[in-house]
């Protein structure tokens, strides 16, 4: 018998352990896989010498979210990378749009391709600077975020909220008529909303695509040294030294329940007894272990291709930025952005898909054997996609801007992941905020003792733990409210 169990070892479930265990409860970590991380794991996927992220690879909401940050990895061994740059997005005119975490250099390229749109950036970081706090606040608070609601209340005034709000509605090809004269602004957003399967069309694109952009101004997008799994293995370390047993190749088979309340879970024949049970894996995962139908409304983002390369050397990128940069968009324009993203709707392959593609060897001498590389990168494709032609499709756009990159490829792994594995549902409107997850946005479930507390819940994909620690401190605030006060009072009521 344990305090608690929580169901899956990703980011969001080992941040959810960590928070129930500082509090003084015993808990059970139980992962299905081998090996603990979720999609925070480094493998040699290719060959020996050469690490690779198996799945996400970039961390600016890591290093940002409070969640994250509360559990001060770096003195339990992570140790964060840079490159000289942050993000690079080479266009067909030799231009490159470059994110530094120098505003002065950021600034200077937007105006390669238009004069002012320099100042309408410094103006945006101005802003973001006054919002930050607050936005990062309502991450990691369950919905509604009333505190970071009042607090942007308090530095913007009502009409200054009104209009944030509205521009956070808008879609990044309006955001970007706005605010700036050029197409390189509006490949920065439009390259970050895709991330989640943000348009330049989709509502609530600029908004996403913005703080990404401006997490990567003010923190980069960092990476841990030795690899993403660094990132997992200092979560388990913090864990376990307060005492939380974490199982791997575990499977929970079943979550168990009586009357309306969870009694534990049931894991290669046995039963796992705990009152507080935490799912930290998708909402139709949690549905099968509950043995219900999938709620039609909860819509996955779209499948994509990951493809991982070892390489005989740096790729040789034209555009000089793009070689400065570990993460790089590839996408001519912002109409190929919507027409790749049209094609998806539709359920058709794109042709010229959108490329994320992430490099290690400016700021991370371990990924590779001396003068090598590692590369890493995904698409999103329709279900059925042909992963193999995808991934031929991916390279070939890496060989548009980096002639000779075909021919320092060593090796590649590819695979194709299921509509749902990297946000945990899609990241449009219509699943934000109240419609995410299960119970109007919150953690709770309609079984009492039972918690969302994965990506498919508030506040997304994306590795910041806010999930998890959104969960686990809704359950002990409750465990709190309905734990026996020593005057004799049960000190019940509702949370
Ligand atoms: C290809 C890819 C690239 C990405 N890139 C980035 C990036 O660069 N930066 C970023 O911030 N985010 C990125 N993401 C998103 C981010 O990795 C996820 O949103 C995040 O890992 C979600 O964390 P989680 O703990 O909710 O779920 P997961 O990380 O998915 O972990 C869930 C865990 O639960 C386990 N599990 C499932 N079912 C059971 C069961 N029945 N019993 C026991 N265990 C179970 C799984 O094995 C898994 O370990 C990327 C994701 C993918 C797939």
């Known amino acids: 018998m344990a305090d608690a169990v929580v169901i899956g070892a990703g980011p969001n479930g080992l941040v959810a352990a960590n928070v129930l265990a500082d509090a003084g409860l015993s808990v059970q970590v139980l992962e299905a896989e081998p090996v603990i991380g979720g999609a925070v794991r480094t493998e040699e996927l290719v060959e020996a010498g050469f690490r690779n992220d198996v799945f996400s690879a970039f961390y600016p909401l890591a290093v940002a979210s409070p969640a994250m940050r509360a559990m001060e990895l770096e003195h339990w061994g992570l140790r964060w990378c840079h490159g000289p740059l942050v993000l690079a997005h080479p266009t067909p005119d030799g231009r490159c749009v470059a994110l530094s975490r120098d505003l002065e250099e950021t600034a200077a390229s937007l105006d390669t391709y238009a004069e002012g749109d320099g100042a309408a950036w410094r103006e945006l970081m101005d802003l973001w600077r006054r919002i930050e706090p607050a936005i990062l606040r309502g991450l990691a608070t369950p919905v ?24 956070a509605l808008l879609p990044v090809r309006r955001f970007a008529e706005e605010r700036f004269d050029g197409e390189g602004a509006a490949l920065l957003i439009g390259g970050n909303a895709l991330h989640s399967d943000l348009t330049p069309e989709s509502t609530l694109g600029a908004f996403f695509g913005f703080v990404l952009a401006a997490l990567g101004q003010t923190h980069g997008y960092p990476f841990p040294e030795g690899g993403a799994g660094a990132i997992a293995a200092a979560l388990a370390r913090r864990a376990e030294a307060r005492g939380v047993r974490i199982r791997s190749a575990t499977p929970v088979e079943r ?3 009586d009357g309306r309340r969870v009694t534990g879970v049931h894991s290669q024949g046995s039963d796992v007894r705990a009152p507080l049970v935490l799912a930290a894996v998708s909402v139709w995962e949690l549905d099968r272990l509950l043995g219900r139908e999938p709620a039609v409304s909860a819509e996955p983002d779209p499948a994509v291709v990951k493809v991982d390369w070892t390489l005989d050397g740096p790729v040789p ?19 190929a952005l919507s027409v790749y993203a049209s094609e998806l709707s539709r359920g058709l392959e794109p042709q010229r898909p959108f490329v994320l593609f992430g490099q290690y060897a400016t700021g991370d001498p371990t990924r590779a054997p001396v003068g090598k590389e590692t590369a890493w990168a995904y698409t999103h494709v329709s279900p059925d996609a042909d992963a193999a032609a995808s991934a031929d499709r991916m390279t070939d756009e890496v060989e548009r801007r980096a002639p000779g990159f075909k021919a320092l490829v060593r090796g590649r792994h590819v695979a194709l992941l299921p509509p749902g594995r990297v946000n945990g549902g899609t990241s449009q409107l219509h699943n934000q905020f109240v419609f995410r997850g299960t119970r109007w946005g919150r953690p709770r479930t309609d079984v009492r003792g039972l918690y969302l507390s994965s990506s498919s819940a508030h506040p997304g994909g994306g590795v910041h733990g806010a999930a998890g620690w959104n969960a686990a401190r809704s359950a002990l605030r409750v465990r709190r409210l309905s734990t026996p006060r020593r005057d004799g009072g049960n000190g019940r009521s509702r949370a």
């Open 144 to 167: 509604p975020p009333v505190r970071a609601g009042i607090s942007l209340l308090a530095r913007l005034g009502p009409y200054g909220l009104l209009e944030l709000a509205r521009t």
């Open 255 to 257: 979550i168990l329940v």
């Open 317 to 335: 990128w034209t555009a000089p930025d793009a070689r400065r940069a570990p993460v790089v968009h590839l996408a001519d324009s912002l109409d």
